[in-house]
């Protein structure tokens, strides 16, 4: 499972010319699923996601209650190492992929953190002003 995480004053999601989720200040979270991703690593996401010390004073969500805007990306799992087409074999399908998001959202919510997400295979337009800018990969 892999995550591109933004600091942000303000991020959103809009599908259809309508917002479906929205967030002030937190992190904006793309969220990348493979093959090999189960319970495991999406406890280990939501635990690292919300304890992440990278908002302003080295704080966290969970320090601060800031929200976080979670949003499918399975091309974070894209391979351009041959040719100029990326090739997408490393993400997981859309049947494994999307409960996973889903229990990555509801780990988090568990936790107590305030969650917004987008739609997962929708069309999406995702807006956002990056605080710093501060931008991090995780891994788990």
């Not at 992929?97 to 990555?104: F, I, K, M, N, R």
């Not at 780990?107 to 969650?115: E, K, Q, S």
Request: glycine fraction near 12%; hydrophobic fraction near 45%; aromatic fraction near 4%.
């Amino acid at each position: 499972m892999r995550a591109v995480v933004q600091r942000v004053s303000s991020a959103s999601v809009t599908v259809d010319g309508g917002v479906v989720g929205e967030i002030d200040v937190g992190l904006l979270v793309l969220l990348g699923v493979t093959h090999n991703d189960g319970p495991t690593q999406v406890a280990s996401m939501a635990r690292k996601l919300h304890g992440l010390r990278i908002l302003p004073g080295e704080l966290s969500c969970a320090d601060t209650g800031a929200g976080l805007l979670v949003v499918s990306q399975f091309t974070l799992y894209g391979d351009t190492r041959k040719g100029r087409r990326p090739s997408w074999n490393a993400a997981a399908p859309g049947s494994a992929a999307e409960p996973l998001v889903d229990a990555v959202v509801d780990a988090l919510r568990a936790h107590g953190a305030t969650v917004a997400t987008g739609v997962f295979g929708a069309d999406m337009q995702v807006a956002l002003v990056n605080d710093g800018p501060f931008t991090v990969l995780v891994e788990v």
